[in-house]
């Protein structure tokens, strides 16, 4: 985490903040307002950075939330995967 800017750091702080405790769905619907956020404010992730960032996450988490985690991750991946390949 200590190799990741502050910017990007400070927008993953917020997004867990507003997101801990809050259901699959509810997850879901403020998880997209923000990556879309997070394009208009030119701020991508690498995937160490993601990497670092969702284990941070995982430390802190509930098991019923590290199995939204994954679910939201497996979503993700679906989703990544399907739009490769139109």
């Known amino acids: 985490m200590k ?6 750091l400070e927008f993953l702080s917020t997004l867990f903040a507003k997101g801990h405790g809050k259901s699959q769905k509810e997850m879901m619907a403020l998880l997209m307002p923000a990556m879309r ?3 208009q404010e030119h701020l991508t992730f690498t995937p160490q950075e993601m990497q670092a960032a969702i284990t941070a996450i ?3 988490s509930t098991e019923a939330e590290l199995q939204q985690i994954q679910n ?3 979503k993700s991946n679906a989703q990544r995967n399907n739009s490769r390949q139109t």
């Open 37 to 39: 956020k997070a394009k």
């Open 72 to 74: 939201i991750l497996e």
């Open 58 to 60: 995982k430390k802190y």
């Open 3 to 8: 190799d990741i800017p502050r910017e990007k």
